[in-house]
Structure formats: structure tokens, C-alpha cells
């Protein structure tokens, strides 16, 4: 049987048209959380970036906590932290940290950003995220250690200090990427990997190999781009807006490209055709998601976004609570039964 988990994915984007307030969004979304706990969804996860307009969270650990101290058996995690922006040490006390206060449920993912005014005002070079990635990892984890090992690298150096208190539940450490080079990169550095519309998973797998691990042992945390609705049409003629306003601001911030080289869209229609989002009834929902999960094992979280920006709270809930109550147990009950068919 597979051992899935099955979770809601935030980034807390507030748009001036949405007409509230960021506190009470805040409160609404925390408060979803913890009833969305209660309907049984498994996992949050947070993303982050900086100085947009529509508040998209620069303090996803702020929120992580938050969440902690209001559920008891949800994990937590980062899909993802821009970790290249940061200073590595902080990064691994605010983790280990997050850890100790959720006894152990937070796992820390990372990836190596693209959009160049967070770049320049964090005062680091574009063109060098895939060190500060990758040594930012490599003192990530000797600090969860306590090693008191110096490190001196190229980007970072770590003193010949032990960073304290250590976890003690080491978190996973989980690396997202989308193209070739960097997969493999994650692949070599990385607890799992953090995928982006179910694409790249074989690259993923292929890569470990390619690195000297196995495929058996890859963990893929796929985040979907998908509406789960009984009249997917009709959710979308009345959201579709929300989700072009995120992926064009996405691709206006260079996420799929250099900026200019992809056009924005203008129609909602045109995600579909694209790929960007699809669209589910709760049948087709099942049979996707169990065919995937069947054909892909090593996928060990699937996570939706819980509202898209500008979307009112209680009309993210609506599509959880059918997530949550006729499409994750089903998907889990044809897992169940594969499973127990004698070979």
C-alpha cells in the first residue's frame, strides 16, 4: 500500500482586489488549517518570496510556527524556502527549531530561486544560485549535526562552532528543481525532491541512478496544479481568473524562462490547453491520482493549492473538504486493495 499522504499547498498571495485585510486573511487561513487537519489532509506547505505586491510570504517559518501550535499530527513543510537568500546557519537554527516545537514534523525544503530583484536586494549574484544552493545545503546539514567543523566554501563559511540546540528529529531536507541540471543536483544533495506539475518525476528517478543511489529509495513530493470540483467546468468559469492572475505573475517573475521570452496569458482557457492546470471530477481525480501513485511509488506527499490568490477562504474549503472527504479516502481504499490482492 502506498503510504502517501495527501496536503494543501499556501502562499499566502493577498490581492488588492481580494478587499481584505491581511490580518484577517491570516486568521481565516490559519483557522482553515486546522479544520482541514481535522477532516484528515496530512500535510501544508509553504512557499516563499519577496517584495510582491500581493504580500506572497517572505516569513514562511513565522507561519510554519504558527501552524504548529495550532494542529497536532500535520506535517509541515516548505515547498519552497529560496534558500540562496539566506544565511545557511539561520536557515538550519529557525529548521531545527521548527522541528523540536512540532516534535518533529517540519521538513525543510529548498530551491535556488530565479527572480532577480530578490537577487539583488538580498545582495547575491543571479548567476551564482546553484553554489549557494548547494553549499547552503552542505552547512544546513552539519549544523543539524552539531558538528563543530569549519566550513569554507566559495558563498558561505561555517566557524568552528556547534550550531545549537540540535533537532531531535532530523528534518528531511528536500530540494526543488525543474530543469535537467538542476534535478540532478537535487537528486545528489537532496532527502527528496520537490516536483512541480506531476513533470520531471522519471528525470528525478533516472537521476539518482545517474548519482550512485537507488531508485527505490527516491521520495518525490509532488505539488499539483489541479481543481478538484463535481462541475470542474463550471469552478473554473468562476475561478479561472484567480489562476491566471498566478501563473502570469509567475511567469512575469522568470519561473518557466528568462522574463520575456514566454508570453503571458489571456484567457483562462489557455491554461488548460497548456497544461498549466487541469481540471477533475472527483472520478477522474481517483482514477488519476491512484494510477500515478500506483505507477510511481516513491511519491510521498501529494499536495493542492488550498485557495488561489484572490479566492476567498471559504471557497478554497469547499474543494478541500471534497478532497478531504470523497477523493483522498477513495484513492486510498484502491490502494489498499491492490495491495492486499495475493501475488
Known amino acids: 500500500m502506498s503510504d502517501c499522504s495527501f496536503g494543501l499547498w499556501y502562499d499566502f498571495r493577498n490581492p488588492a482586489g481580494a478587499d481584505r485585510g491581511f490580518a484577517s486573511f491570516y486568521q481565516q487561513t490559519m483557522d482553515q ?3 482541514a487537519e481535522s477532516m484528515g489532509i496530512d500535510s501544508v506547505w509553504l512557499t516563499e518570496h519577496h517584495f510582491m505586491d500581493d504580500g506572497y510570504t517572505p516569513s514562511p517559518f513565522v507561519l510554519a510556527g504558527a501552524i504548529g ?3 497536532n499530527t500535520l506535517r ?3 515547498n519552497l ?3 540562496p537568500l539566506h544565511n545557511p546557519i539561520r536557515l538550519a537554527e529557525d529548521a531545527a527549531t521548527l522541528s523540536l516545537l512540532t516534535g518533529g514534523r517540519f521538513s525543510l525544503g529548498i530551491g535556488q530561486g530565479y527572480w532577480a530583484p530578490e537577487f539583488e536586494a538580498f545582495d ?4 551564482n544560485r546553484p553554489s549557494l544552493l548547494e553549499e547552503g545545503a552542505e552547512i544546513i546539514r552539519r549544523s543539524w549535526s552539531g558538528s563543530p567543523e569549519e566550513f569554507t566554501g566559495k558563498r558561505f563559511s561555517k566557524p568552528g562552532l556547534p550550531v545549537t540546540p540540535v533537532p531531535e528529529s532530523t528534518p528531511d531536507l528536500l530540494v526543488g528543481a525543474m530543469a535537467d541540471v538542476a ?3 537535487a537528486a545528489r544533495i537532496g532527502d527528496g525532491f520537490l516536483s512541480t506539475q506531476n513533470h520531471h518525476h522519471a528525470v528525478y528517478l533516472d537521476a539518482l541512478e545517474k548519482v550512485g543511489k537507488s531508485r527505490a529509495d527516491g521520495k518525490i513530493y509532488a505539488g499539483q496544479w489541479a481543481i478538484v470540483a463535481d462541475d470542474p467546468e463550471r469552478e473554473w468559469a ?3 481568473e484567480y489562476a491566471m492572475y498566478q501563473i502570469n505573475m509567475y511567469i512575469g517573475m522568470g519561473a518557466f524562462g528568462p522574463v520575456g521570452s ?3 496569458f489571456t484567457d483562462p482557457a489557455q491554461l488548460l490547453e497548456a497544461g498549466s492546470f487541469t481540471l477533475y471530477d472527483p472520478g477522474t481525480a481517483i482514477d488519476s491520482l491512484t494510477t500515478m501513485l500506483r505507477a510511481t511509488p516513491q511519491i510521498k506527499d501529494v499536495h493542492f493549492w488550498a485557495q488561489l490568490p484572490g479566492e476567498s477562504v471559504d471557497s478554497g474549503s469547499a474543494r478541500i473538504e471534497l478532497l478531504a472527504s470523497r477523493v483522498v479516502p477513495a484513492v486510498r481504499a484502491r490502494l489498499a486493495a491492490k495491495a492486499e490482492v495475493p501475488a
Not at 547575491?124 to 548567476?127: K, V
Request: aromatic share 4%; proline share 4%; net charge positive.
Open 69 to 71: 501550535e495550532r494542529t
Open 183 to 185: 534535478i540532478e543536483r
Open 76 to 78: 509541515i513543510g516548505t
Open 33 to 35: 488549517i486546522s479544520w
Open 124 to 127: 547575491r549574484n543571479l548567476i
Open 262 to 264: 514566454i508570453p503571458q
Open 238 to 240: 468562476r475561478i479561472g
Open 81 to 83: 524556502v529560496v534558500s
